[in-house]
């Protein structure tokens, strides 16, 4: 009995502990909607508005009609959406070669690989504006499509390998007795089995080429090939910074690919997320 | 015998196949620039002019002569123990809580990772808003309880500056450590927890003596990434301060892109960055040494 009551009141302290941490993470995701939502001239009238007195989609009319801010964002789109093929495939072979062969320099590939997350992005970032400059590459989404998938492949690559190295080699081998050839194996039987992996990674690319700052603000110059974080960055935080309604329906434009596509496969994204561990 | 060596050249090409993509992409975005960048520290190397020479270490010794560095580098530490330790102090917390016997409990997962899916940019947008000192709720709010009576300048502030982009780090970090350190949680036996229960251990002793200790395989890697990650951090203080007031938030990274590329000095710019390169490497060769000793033990 007396546990009971005690049991409960942990248990209710947990939920209001949950729910507050909650409201917490969840208020500046409310803020920057309610503050779309609001005319900038509502926005510098003191006291703050907790809820819009009266919904004003002006905001977001005129970051739809605003033709550089799209630009921005199609280029986003291409520079995302071409990482992540990009780093899929590298992903599959390359997880697939250190799963299910010991080569003459695999520790070495994987060293490299490894190490690349403790070199410093801005670092780099010099070698490869040197380097692009002298390819005369530099104003290129397709230089932003690598920076990109380099930035992903260390963690795809791991997954896949993990995923690999938890799907049995005798099918692999039993599919090469019947006659399939090594190329068949690996895309008719190995990579549907690692699908749940390959969402994984394929999200996690995604996040990390649309998330990228640095490399578009020092790789791209021209306004036509910007991408949307140094878009919003130099549109909204520089000379027009008293622009907070027009800046937050961007920023909420901006995010709603990445929470569409979240709330359907961030599922697979924890199930990637731990099966790393789970093999241990 | 001839078939057995015809095997071999066609397992060859398969791997071949399999690796050289994996190869030219390291070659193009990390090898080659890595390789330039060192290049480059040693010249003088302007994109104001194209004559870049070698010019005897000068970049080296300019930096290490100049107090920029020292003070940037002070800077990166503190704000990477601050932002690090509170990461694994409240990711801890939220794994343990997400890790009771609930009801909605893969509701209340996936709404803690939402942090972590907004873009960097976004969040930096969405606390400048927060911190404005005329019209941010920030102040508002602590204004109207009587916490504050001044509207505080958050961001160019000497004393918040660097408190207040730790803030924004760690409220988009901690759901991301949650979620990597409850996948840990989820691993170790529920039989450890019953048997250490009927043995009496209070839920700080089952804490102390069971979840951590398992658990440190995964906070070692955690801690080791999120190191990383903040050592290099850039979008945030790039966009929430610039490195202000007055260089009190300058980073390394800040430090090394100003250099680079507002000041045009590519050479003393990747001087730097190869400084903190070999830093990082070392710091992370060591701590992974040391975990691993520790480990088997």
Known sequence: MKTTTKNRLQLSSIYFILTLLLVVLMFPVYWIVNTSLQSNAALMKMPVKWFPAELDFSSYISVFTNAQFLTFYSNTLIVAAGATALCIVVAVLTGFALSRYRFPGSGMVLLILLSTQMFPAVTLVIGMYAQFREMQMLNTLFVLVLAATTTALPFSVMLMKTFFDGISKELDEAAQIDGASRLRTLFGIVVPLSLPGIIAIAIYTFLIAWDDFLFGLTLVSDLDKRTISPGLSLTYLGEFSYNWAGASAAAVVATLPLLILFMFLQRYMVEGLTAGGVKE | ???????????????????????????????????????????????????????????????????????????????????????????????????????????????????????????????????????????????????????????????????????????????????????????????????????????????????????????????????????????????????????????????????????????????????????????????????NRESHR
Request: overall charge positive; hydrophobic content about 55%; cysteine-free.
């Open chain 2, 1 to 291: 015998m001839i078939r057995h060596s015809k095997f071999n050249v066609r397992q060859f090409g398969f791997l071949l196949f399999l690796m050289l993509p994996a190869v030219i992409l390291l070659g193009i975005t990390i090898i080659g620039p890595l390789l330039n960048a060192i290049s480059v520290s040693f010249q003088d190397y302007s994109l104001l002019n194209s004559e870049h020479k070698w010019n005897n270490f000068h970049n080296y010794f300019d930096i290490l002569k100049s107090q920029d560095f020292y003070h940037s580098f002070g800077i990166t530490l503190t704000y990477v123990a601050f932002a690090v330790g509170l990461d694994l102090l409240l990711g801890l917390g939220m794994a343990l809580l997400l890790n009771q016997q609930i009801k909605f409990r893969t509701f209340f997962r996936s709404i803690v990772m939402i942090p972590w899916a907004i873009p960097t940019i976004v969040t930096a947008l969405i606390f400048l808003w927060i911190y404005q000192p005329d019209f941010g709720v920030l102040n508002y709010a602590l204004q109207s309880m009587g916490i504050i009576e001044n509207k505080i300048t958050w961001l160019s502030s000497f004393d918040f500056a660097l408190g207040a982009i730790i803030v924004v780090a760690v409220f988009r970090q901690t759901p991301l450590v949650a979620v990597m350190l409850l996948a840990g949680m989820q691993n170790i036996s529920r039989s450890l927890y019953e048997a250490a229960k009927i043995d009496g251990a209070g839920p700080l002793r089952i804490l102390t003596s069971i979840t951590i200790p398992l658990l440190k395989p995964v906070i070692t890697s955690v801690t080791l990434m999120m190191i990383v990650q903040n050592f290099q951090m850039f979008t945030l203080f790039y966009t929430l301060t610039g490195g202000g007031p007055a260089d009190a938030t300058k980073s390394l990274a800040i430090l090394t892109y100003e250099v680079a590329f507002e000041r045009y000095d590519l050479g003393k710019g990747s001087a730097i960055g190869v400084i903190w390169l070999i830093v990082l490497l070392t710091f992370s060769v060591l701590f992974t040494r040391l975990m």
